[in-house]
């Protein structure tokens, strides 16, 4: 018995980072929002290293720069890595020029229960009715088109809320992404399985890099690193699918088992004591974590985070391209709900441009773990790309970097764009740099021909949230493709195409 009939301009299912940006985005633009999750937060999840232009560019058009800024996570300036034929660790840090370096170019290292209840109370403010402990079943179908879900509510009643876009942001159990129709696709090179708990008291690597996370290899895999504060550590060993068995068997056993065979990530837990109590006391794993499902949407449905695929975590890009996505099918669905353009032109947009970005964190990640050299370990000699380029590599700085936007004065937001510019052809020289450096630890990384397009693109989001309609005109990226809005919350024709 279902009870009385809600209607809703979108049903997000998921309150995680995808859920939450989806939902806020297209709520502060007066759309009625009904956000269902199935947990109470804060919840526990994994994925705790963040890059730049989470925070500072989708965080900041979310308006949540100063709540993030007083939540006293660890600020993160770039990773070290013990990771290529170099056996001392190496740095890459977010402002690739000591020039260009400024306030944006850092991440943080977060717990994800405080992050995500951050971004999910700020949905709250924006105008989303959030509902926890409401778990969606199935999406309703009517001629064609998703119209609603069913959903079990927090007293155990089966209700159902109509829309006229639901969208999938229940991440990598999701139950309904199977009805946006495709099939998702597991990724055989990046078939592996990670194996995580909390240590307290792990040594810290020396100032500026205190904050930055640490990826070791090592024989059988590669160890994460990742400091949450001043004592408590994350730490995860990736590992081949096959080593399942052995995992399971005793997982605490087999966690200290690969520590021992990584001197590294050993030395800096000599002093430390595993977390055995509350949200960080189990031994956890995940296996198959990557993947993508063959098409992001469909009529009055889209998929979006982890519910449309994942890659990978060694350069954290999992809440990168679940609030990416989220902002992609916002503008999508804010443009089609205005009515200023059909929902094909302006769901292929979304489409495109998220499998894109996945597609290139994809490829460099490839090109990264073929850098790691091993012939002894079955793990690394797995890793081995036949192809002998390394294609896409240069949007890492990208990536990884986002665009660091330096000293702006928005009050003379005019001028501080004339300064972006400059600072971007400083980025793009830097870069240039970079791949002239033939000594460097990332040279190999930087040598493909797409690396002006990849970072005029990866710098593009967090521009706009700097400068708004300062920032210039964007290109579309595929022919008759669309652009962002000034204000970054639509799609349009770019001028003179129509
Ligand atoms: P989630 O964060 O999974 O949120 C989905 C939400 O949907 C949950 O709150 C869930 O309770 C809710 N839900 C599920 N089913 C239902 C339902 N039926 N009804 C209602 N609600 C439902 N990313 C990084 O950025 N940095 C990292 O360092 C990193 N490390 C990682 C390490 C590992 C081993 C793995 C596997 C992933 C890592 N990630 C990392 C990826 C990161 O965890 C995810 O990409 C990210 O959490 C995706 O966000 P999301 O909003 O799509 O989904």
Same mark, same amino acid.
């Given at each position: 018995n279902t009870s009385r009939q809600e209607e809703f301009d979108v049903v997000v299912v998921g309150g995680g980072p995808a859920g939450s940006t989806l939902g806020s985005l297209v709520a502060m633009q007066g759309h009625r929002v009904l956000l269902l999750e199935k947990e109470t937060f804060p919840r526990y999840q994994i994925g705790e290293s963040l890059l730049p232009s989470t925070i500072h560019g989708i965080g900041r058009l979310l308006g949540v720069t100063e709540d993030l800024a007083k939540a006293g996570f660890l600020q993160k300036h770039g990773g070290t890595f013990r990771w290529g034929a170099n056996p001392t660790p190496w740095n890459f840090t977010f402002s690739v020029s000591p020039k260009i370096a400024g306030p944006t170019s850092f991440a943080y290292q977060v717990e994800r229960s405080k992050f995500d209840k951050i971004l999910l109370d700020n949905a709250v403010r924006k105008g989303v009715e959030v509902r926890q402990q409401c778990s969606v079943s199935d999406v309703i179908e009517d001629d064609g088109r998703v119209v609603g879900v069913n959903y079990v509510d927090a007293a155990g009643t089966e209700r159902q809320a109509f829309a006229r876009y639901v969208v999938d942001?229940?991440?990598?159990?999701?139950?309904?992404?199977?009805?946006?129709?495709?099939n998702r696709e597991y990724s055989e090179f990046f078939r592996s399985l990670a194996l995580f708990g909390y240590f307290e008291n792990g040594k810290r690597l020396p100032p500026?890099?205190?904050g930055n996370i640490l990826c070791a290899a090592f024989p059988s895999g590669w160890f994460w690193y990742i400091p949450l504060s001043d004592t408590l550590t994350s730490v995860g060993a990736v590992v081949r699918r096959e080593d399942a068995a052995k995992i399971q068997g005793d997982p605490e056993k087999a966690l200290h088992d690969l520590i021992d065979e990584c001197p590294l990530i050993q030395e800096y837990l000599a002093d430390a004591t595993r977390v055995t109590t509350g949200q960080y006391g189990q031994i956890r794993v995940r296996k198959d974590y990557s993947y993508h499902h063959t098409t992001f949407w469909r009529p009055g449905m889209a998929l979006v985070g982890d519910a449309a695929c994942f890659v990978d975590p060694v350069f954290s890009s999992g809440v990168h391209l679940a609030t990416y996505s989220g902002l992609l099918a916002a503008r999508s669905i804010n443009t089609v709900l205005a009515g200023r353009l059909d929902e094909q032109p302006a769901f292929d947009e979304f489409e495109v441009r998220y499998r894109r970005e996945y597609g290139v964190f994809y490829e460099f990640l490839m090109s990264f773990y073929d850098m790691h050299v091993d012939e002894n370990s079955y793990f690394w000699q797995a890793k /081995?790309?036949?192809?002998?380029s390394h294609t896409e590599l240069e949007s890492f700085v990208s990536l990884v970097a986002g665009m660091t936007s330096t000293d702006f004065e928005l009050s003379d937001a005019e001028s501080a764009a004339m300064r972006f510019k400059e600072r971007s052809t400083e980025f793009a020289d830097a870069v240039d740099n970079l791949v002239s450096q033939?000594?460097?630890?990332?040279a190999p990384l930087? /040598?493909?021909?797409v690396v002006r397009q990849a970072m005029r693109e990866g710098a593009q989001v967090q521009t706009r949230a700097q400068l708004?309609?300062?920032?210039g005109a964007e290109a579309p990226i595929f022919e008759g493709g669309l652009i962002a809005s000034t204000d970054g919350m639509f799609w349009e024709a770019p001028s003179g195409s129509r």
């Open positions: 942001a229940s991440g990598n159990t999701s139950r309904i992404y199977k009805r946006v129709g495709g500026p890099s205190f /081995k790309v036949t192809r002998n033939e000594q460097h630890n990332m930087f /040598k493909s021909s708004g309609e300062y920032a």
